[in-house]
Every structure is written in structure tokens, then in C-alpha cells.
């Protein structure tokens, strides 16, 4: 029999539960909490945080509420690269990334059509360390009750042009196919509670305003910040190519509003990528 090529998962035990069914439980019960509004419109896409599920997993979880009882087929997610490298974009060289509850396949076909629409190369590299996007897939494994396979972009070019060639590349990719789009990142990081608020509401306005060049100003100009900026940005290209009309914030908090010290804070927020109807 031959061995499926898995990405190990680097976190799991640390950033979320190692055994499969406190995590599967874990995982439930941030989604069962979820206070969740009324959504006006299809649902093509997410923006979800990405530190351990103990601090964000409340946040995610309601962007990952939206999802239930959906079958895509393929999910993309898109989130920035933490480490050093010296490629724009990057993903997985192995076949399906492992968790405590299952295996995810990668879906190759889809990342070559990629790739032939891209004229920026996707670095694909073996054993990643990155969490941003790992974070996000216990998530999808409790609330999508179908078989899906990934398609898996780590963004770490932080140009606004990369982001753009990206989301359009996507969306002729994503033409047709039964898909959820993902973006991964936090906001803020380590300023004090009152800071952190202001500077991640007016974040969450450029999210909310789908003008994804509002993200990059106000990175550039320090209103607002988010370590996956790109990768948001590039989503929401995407989805405005494929229809998408609006974005509605789910749910925002910090870790401080988990751990009760709010003298230096990362910033979490929620939010769904709709489609009118």
C-alpha cells in the first residue's frame, strides 16, 4: 500500500488540542457559542483569525458558523507566511495536510490551473512550520460534513500588485467549482486595549468597505493592521471577480478580553464574504 504524502502538523498539543476527540469537542463547542446574525446573502468567503484556538477560537468560530451545512468541493485559503523565505507565494509540496482529526488532500489540479494563470510562481516547500493556515482546518473538519480537498496559498509578498494578480488568478480558477474562499490573519499586535480597539475597528471598516486598497493604506499609513493583509486583500479580488458584493463583520475581541490583561493585546476579528441574492 502506499503511504499518502502528509504535511505533518508542527502545532498540534500547543495551538490546539493533540487528541482527536477533546479537539473534535473543543472545536464544537466555540462553534455551539457562536451568537450569530442574520446573513443577507450566499456566503462565498471568510475571514477568520489564526492564533491558538484557546485565544481566537471563540472569533473563528464565527466565521467558520457561516459554513454550516455547506458542501464545497474545494476550499481555499489563503493566509500570510511567518517565516523567512524569498518566494512571493508559497504552498504545500505534500499531498494533504494532516490534524488529530483526519487527513486533508490537496487538490493539485486545481493548484496547477493556478499556476497557469499566474505569472508569479507558487514555491511549493515540504514540512512547513506556518500555523496561520493550519489553525483554520479543525475548524472545516467539524463544520463541513462532506469530503473537500484544499487549495493551500501562503502569502508573503506584502505588494499590493501580488494581491491583485492573485485574487484575479483565483477567480478565472475558481470559475465554475463548487468553493469557499479563506483569509487568515490576526489584527493588532501587542498594544494596549483602548489602541488595539481603534486600530482594529478601523481595519474592519476597510475590510467591510471591499475595496481591498484600503487594506494596504491603512497598513502603509498605520491606521489599522493586519499580519495577513495580503492575503485578504487577494481573497476579496477574488471574490469581487466571482460576484461577491458585500462583507459583513461577525465578531470581534482581543486576547485580552480572554486572558484579562489588556496591557498588550493581539486583535481578532470575524467577518463573511456574501454574495446579494
Not at 468553493?179 to 499586535?189: E, G, R
Request: proline share 5%; with cysteine.
Amino acid at each position: 500500500m502506499t503511504m499518502l504524502d502528509l504535511r505533518p502538523s508542527p502545532i498540534a498539543g500547543a495551538w490546539y488540542e493533540e487528541d482527536p476527540k477533546s479537539l473534535a469537542e473543543s472545536v464544537d463547542r466555540f462553534l455551539a457559542a457562536a451568537n450569530m446574525p442574520e446573513l443577507n446573502g450566499q456566503v462565498m468567503g471568510l475571514i477568520a483569525p489564526h492564533a491558538g484556538h484557546r485565544y481566537s477560537g471563540a472569533v473563528a468560530a464565527h466565521a467558520f458558523a457561516t459554513l454550516q451545512g455547506m458542501e464545497p468541493d474545494l476550499v481555499v485559503i489563503l493566509s500570510p507566511f511567518h517565516n523567512i523565505a524569498h518566494h512571493p507565494l508559497l504552498t504545500t509540496s505534500h499531498a494533504a495536510y494532516a490534524t488529530p482529526l483526519g487527513n486533508i488532500p490537496v487538490n493539485a489540479e486545481a493548484l496547477m490551473e493556478l499556476q497557469q494563470k499566474l505569472d508569479i510562481p507558487i514555491t511549493a516547500i515540504a514540512r512547513d512550520r506556518e500555523h496561520s493556515l493550519e489553525i483554520e482546518l479543525p475548524f472545516l473538519q467539524r463544520v463541513l460534513k462532506n469530503k473537500f480537498a484544499l487549495l493551500p496559498i501562503m502569502v508573503r509578498a506584502q505588494e499590493e500588485e501580488v494581491a491583485q494578480r492573485l485574487g484575479a488568478a483565483l477567480a478565472s480558477t475558481l470559475a465554475g467549482k463548487n468553493f469557499i474562499l479563506i483569509a487568515s490573519t490576526d489584527l493588532s499586535h501587542f498594544y494596549d486595549q483602548k489602541t488595539a480597539n481603534a486600530l482594529d475597528h478601523e481595519m474592519l471598516k476597510c475590510f467591510e468597505s471591499f475595496e481591498p486598497a484600503a487594506i494596504f493604506e491603512a497598513e502603509q499609513t498605520g491606521k489599522g493592521f493586519a499580519c495577513g493583509h495580503a492575503a485578504v486583500a487577494a481573497m476579496l479580488w477574488a471574490a469581487k471577480g466571482l460576484g461577491a458584493t458585500h462583507i459583513q463583520t461577525l465578531h470581534y475581541a482581543t486576547s485580552g478580553d480572554v486572558t484579562g490583561e489588556h496591557s498588550s493585546v493581539v486583535g481578532y476579528g470575524a467577518a463573511v464574504v456574501l454574495k446579494t441574492i
